[in-house]
């Protein structure tokens, strides 16, 4: 013979459920926030490019271009006392925010 369930057990049962539906939302929320977002990975990958292209090209100078409403700006300054390297420095931002900055050692050609 089946036993109904008390109100006193059903109310028990619902707080538990909603105790943990709470956690389950916070944990999902703290892990959206802390993912990067897809605008931060292309600017990312927009910098890496640029910074690629740059050592391929052999472009030492300073510029600063706008792709896709991300301004991207590149400076290059000499590493150290060292006058065959360079620091190349990629800051990509949108509407004053940044969005990623990238740093690479890069040789110059001995050619130059």
């Keep these: 013979m089946l036993k ?3 109100l006193l057990e059903a109310i028990v049962a619902m707080v538990i459920i909603l105790v943990i539906f709470t956690l389950a939302i916070g944990i999902s929320s703290n ?3 802390a993912s990067p977002s897809i ?3 292309q600017a990312q990958a927009m910098a890496d490019g ?3 292209s740059s050592i391929s090209e052999e472009n030492w100078n300073d510029e600063q271009m706008t792709k896709d409403d991300v301004v991207l700006e590149k400076t290059v300054l000499p590493y150290g006392s060292y006058s065959d390297l360079v620091v190349i420095t990629v800051t990509a931002s949108q509407q004053g925010k940044q969005l990623s900055q990238l740093r690479q050692i890069a040789k110059k050609s001995s050619h130059e």
Excluded: E, P
């Design 39 to 41: 605008k931060k990975q």
């Design 31 to 33: 892990v959206l926030s």
């Design 4 to 6: 109904a369930s008390t």
């Design 50 to 52: 640029l910074i690629a």
